[in-house]
């Protein structure tokens, strides 16, 4: 028996991935989360053999969460299911901890094979994605979001969604100080003048929900 916990924000797509998963008599969902602190509330009190997880939640999320949790339970496997098949947001997911990444636009039975890999021990990428990752990784990339750390992307993102550098700090755990910072960095690298800059970017490149 695989034992999972789901981290999904929406509650309507987290019943709906606990009715699929439990079609297969190998699957049991234990638990569900709908935000990073949850996440790592059940994973005190819970033993899981795979997270599924969605890289956007309020508060604590995306590679954030992965590197904690990663942490925490460094034997959980994580599998990632977004709605973002941009490939550098999958690989930033990856290279924070993440066993697997699939886009939310598959069919069942691809979650479902996916999820028993990643449990497993295997690895599992979304072949759309591995194909934008196999190009990318033939050309040299010196601009665009690859010259962002981590912690910048995130930022850049949160900015394009509306949030005010306060709203930021609240929701990353960090001082307002540092979120300026790594804003002012990020603008100075990504040629950005103002935030309206920054919105467009990031609608252009698919950045946000």
């Known amino acids: 028996m695989i034992r999972l916990l789901i981290a999904d924000d929406h509650a309507i797509m987290r019943s709906g991935l606990r009715q699929l998963i439990e079609f297969d008599p190998a699957l049991r969902v234990i638990e569900e989360a709908e935000n990073g602190a949850q996440v ?5 009190s819970s033993q899981f053999d795979l997270l599924l997880l ?3 939640m309020p508060g604590l999320s995306g590679e954030d969460l992965i590197t904690r949790v990663h942490g925490k339970a460094p034997k959980l496997p994580i599998l990632v299911l977004s709605m973002h098949n941009e490939a550098q947001i999958a690989q930033r997911a990856l290279r924070a901890g993440a066993s697997g990444y699939l886009t939310k636009d598959h069919n069942p039975e691809t979650l479902l094979a996916a999820i028993h890999k990643v449990a497993s021990g295997g690895r599992y990428l979304d072949p759309r994605i591995a194909e934008q990752l196999a190009f990318a990784n033939s ?3 010196e601009s665009g979001t690859s010259q962002l750390t981590d912690r910048e992307f995130q930022i850049l993102r949160l900015l394009a969604k509306g ?7 609240e929701e990353l755990i960090i001082s307002n100080k540092t979120v300026s910072t790594h804003k002012t960095r990020l603008m100075e690298k990504m040629s950005f003048s103002c935030n309206a800059d ?3 970017y990031a609608m252009a490149n698919g950045l946000v929900d």
């Open 40 to 44: 790592i509330e059940h994973l005190r």
């Open 163 to 169: 949030l005010s550098v306060n709203q930021i700090a």
């Open 54 to 56: 969605d890289m956007s």
């Open 198 to 200: 920054i919105v467009k």
């Open 139 to 141: 050309v040299p990339q």
